[in-house]
């Protein structure tokens, strides 16, 4: 996998070409990405429901233990899905806004993938990556969430905006469905 010096977009990798992504990183893909995986994967739902699913289990118990007032049960429960749910939404922020300080001294990125895998070139850094480190992915309406395997548990967002021109958004779509399984 070529990630330095070529101006092409689609260098030939014997089983379709590569395409190549530039783009800047901001808070606000870490946070779609973060919503995206709640929604599709049952370990993101876990994540986002444990909370409010304790604290309803937990009020229920109390209030049958100490033989409380219907109406002290309902109020408990609400106020308690309420802190509870506005917690998970601010535990996913929470998450998106550290995993963006750790890509941010990347800056711009120049992304190049193919059959094989992904390179992908910062200001102060690069890496490259075989497909077998990903499992699955989903798409947002902003970007391609790539999710780690059974030994990974990363988490690669590549942005939409960095496509170099629309039909490479049908390229990368095509690579991924070759190598992992869409969500």
Known sequence: MDIGGGESS???????TAVEFVYQLVVAD???AFRGRARRTAAGRVQVLMGPLVVVVVL????????SEPHVL???LVLGLAVTVRGAVRGLRTAARRMFSVMEPYGQCRMVADDRGMATTGERASFTVEWTVFRDYFETPGLFVLL???R?????????RGAQNPADLDRLRAILDRNLKRL
């Open 148 to 150: 780690g395997g059974d």
């Open 60 to 67: 229920a118990v109390f209030s049958v233990v100490r033989d």
């Open 10 to 16: 689609q260098q030939d990798t014997g089983r379709g």
């Open 152 to 160: 990974a548990s990363g988490i690669a967002v590549l942005p939409k």
């Open 74 to 76: 309902i109020i408990s």
């Open 30 to 32: 870490f946070e779609e």
